[in-house]
C-alpha cells in the first residue's frame, strides 16, 4: 500500500512542476467554490476548510485525490471531478496567493493550551513548518477550521482519509481521540 502511494505521489509532483500556474485564470475557476469556501478562501462553514493562503501544491494535490477517488466527499468530490489538471493547478495558485484572514472561532483555552504542548512534543511543525504556514504538498494548519481539522485527523488515523505519501497516516497514529481534540482547539487559534 506504502509503494503505491508513493508512486502516486510522485506521479503527480511531477505532473504538477510542469505545469505554469495563472493565478488569474485560477481566481475566475475559483468563483464556483466561494460559495463553500468562503471569500478569498476564508471559510466560516462549520466543517468546510480554508484554502487561502494553502501552498499551490497542497491544494492541486488534493483536488487530484479528490478527482480520481482517493478522497472522497458529498459536498466536495462533485466540484473536483469536472477540473482539469490546468484548473487545479491555476486554482492552487489563486488561494495560495490570497491572505489568510484572522480566525473568528471560539477555541477553547484550556484545550488549546494542552494543544500546543501536544504539538511541541509531537514535532508537527517540522513538516508544516514553525508557523504552521505549510509547504510543499503539507498543508497550512494556522486558522484552520475545528472541526475539519478533527475530522482530518481521526480520518487520516482510521484510514478513512487516504494520504498521498503515508507520512501523515504515521504521524496521526500516535494521537488520541482527546489529543486530536486539544491539538485541533490549538490550531484553530493560531493566527
Ligand atoms: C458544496 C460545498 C463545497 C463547494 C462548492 C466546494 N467545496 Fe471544497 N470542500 C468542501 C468540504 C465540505 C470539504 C472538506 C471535505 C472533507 O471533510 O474531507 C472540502 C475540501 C476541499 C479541499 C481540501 C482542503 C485541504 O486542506 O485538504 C480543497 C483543496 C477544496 N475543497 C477545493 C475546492 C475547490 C477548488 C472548489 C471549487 C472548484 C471547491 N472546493 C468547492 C465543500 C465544498
Ligand atoms: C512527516 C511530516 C508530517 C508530520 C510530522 C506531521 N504532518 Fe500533518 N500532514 C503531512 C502531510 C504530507 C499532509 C497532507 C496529507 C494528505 O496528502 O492528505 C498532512 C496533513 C495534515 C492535516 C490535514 C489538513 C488539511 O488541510 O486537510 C492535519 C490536520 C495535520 N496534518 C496535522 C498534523 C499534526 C497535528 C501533526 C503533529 C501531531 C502533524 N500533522 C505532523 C505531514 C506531516
Known sequence: ?????????????????????????????????????????NAVLPGVPSLAAQPAMH?????????EKRRRDPQMSPFAEKL???????????F???????????????KAAIGRKLLEAHHC???HMPDLSGQNQIPRLAGQ?????VKQMRGLKDGSRRDIDGT??????ALSVQDIDN?????????
Open 145 to 149: 477550521n475545528v472541526e475539519y481539522l
Open 183 to 191: 491539538l485541533a482547539h490549538y490550531l484553530a487559534s493560531v493566527k
Open 168 to 173: 501523515m497516516a504515521s504521524a496521526a497514529q
Open 125 to 127: 511543525g517540522s513538516c
Open 84 to 94: 482539469t489538471d490546468r484548473d487545479m493547478q491555476d486554482i492552487g495558485a489563486y
Open 1 to 41: 500500500m506504502r509503494g503505491v502511494s508513493c508512486l502516486f505521489a510522485g506521479a503527480w509532483l511531477v505532473a504538477a512542476q510542469a505545469i505554469a500556474a495563472d493565478v488569474e485564470a485560477g481566481r475566475a475557476k475559483a468563483e464556483v467554490c466561494v460559495a463553500c469556501h468562503g471569500l478569498n478562501g
Open 96 to 110: 495560495a496567493a490570497q491572505k489568510a484572514a484572522p480566525s473568528s472561532f471560539v477555541v477553547d483555552a484550556n
Open 59 to 67: 491544494t492541486f494535490l488534493q483536488l487530484v485525490q479528490f478527482r
